[in-house]
């Protein structure tokens, strides 16, 4: 029986994983905590059919990838985060508009229960109604490692206060725009010696040495500091994910004393200039994921 279980196990982390739970019911009790351990929720009908599933068991505490599309709404991300409390890995990208008529945010209190979060990808609108976002009073953030921050209209002119003082956080990753009136906090991010890598995104219109400029005037040029263009999204996923792919960047930077923009020749850098159509697809930024 153990040798059977073992074998069984051996599809865990395939896509497909379902499918053999359906096998029998001994396969299912094995492998039904794989099977939410990566959910994606495009809709309130995915969202349905999810809850229906888990609403009554515990699977949904197995859940440690969560994938909240825009489409679902607030009042069902409030039910899924209440239930997937376990998850440690959360995209999520609400527009302003569906929470702005909240007096409070029905958000936080879910997201204060995930005490297990270290990544995370969203939009400051998903958090706050305010353009004013100070990071620490949010105690979610002050768990992160990682955390990506979407284009939206509060941060696209500013940086987020108190993203220095999260002592948990070596990963950030946001849209950068020469725009931007305050980076005093980045600055601060990359004094941190725990700093392992601060991704800009850029346009892929954006002409690169502005941006390099922009970036050396407001004290910014660091071998933790990688450049990638939103259009190119696809190319970074195929090398492993881009907090991967940068971290190979900056580890080659830091191993060849190289403290500049260059990326290593062992690494296809993606071309800059590809179909204005694939950078599209960025903006639904759960590809991230």
């Given amino acids: 029986m153990e040798v059977q279980r073992e074998i069984f196990l051996m599809f865990r982390d395939r896509r497909d994983v379902h499918r053999y739970a359906h096998v029998a019911k001994k396969m299912h009790v094995w492998l039904e905590p794989y099977v939410y351990r990566v959910v994606r929720l495009r809709g309130d009908n995915s969202v349905r059919k999810f809850l229906a599933v888990v609403a009554e068991g515990s699977q949904a505490l197995s859940t440690k990838k969560l994938v909240l599309c825009r489409a679902v709404s607030i009042s069902n991300v409030v039910q899924v985060l209440t239930l997937c409390r376990n998850v440690e890995d959360l995209a999520m990208q609400h527009s302003l508009r569906y929470i702005a008529h909240h007096s409070i945010n029905p958000l936080l209190q879910p997201m204060s229960n995930l005490l297990r979060i270290k990544t995370m990808y969203t939009e400051l609108a998903t958090v706050a109604g305010e353009e004013h976002v100070i990071l620490p009073d949010f105690v979610w953030f002050t768990r992160l490692s990682h955390l ?41 991010f990359l004094e941190k010696d725990s700093t392992v890598v601060l991704i800009v995104w850029v346009n892929e219109w954006a002409m690169e040495s502005p941006i390099q400029r922009d970036l050396r005037l407001r004290g910014l ?12 999204m696809d190319e970074y996923m195929a090398a492993g994910g881009f907090w991967k792919y940068a971290e190979s960047v900056v580890k080659w ?10 990326f290593p020749p062992h690494l296809a850098r993606p071309s800059f200039f590809r179909d204005y159509r694939r950078s599209l697809g960025f903006y639904n930024f759960v590809k991230s994921k």
């Avoid at 220095?164 to 950030?172: G, Q, R």
């Avoid at 660091?222 to 259009?231: A, E, G, K, L």
């Avoid at 930077?253 to 260059?262: A, I, L, T, Y």
């Fill in 253 to 262: 930077r830091v191993d060849n004393k190289v403290n500049g923009w260059e």
């Fill in 148 to 188: 990506h921050l979407s284009i939206s209209w509060p941060s696209l002119d500013t940086v987020p206060e108190g993203i220095s003082t999260l002592a948990n956080l070596t990963h950030l990753s946001m849209f950068w725009t020469t725009s931007r009136s305050c980076t005093t906090e980045l600055v601060r």
């Fill in 221 to 232: 040029q660091d071998s933790r500091v990688v450049i990638f263009r939103t259009c190119l």
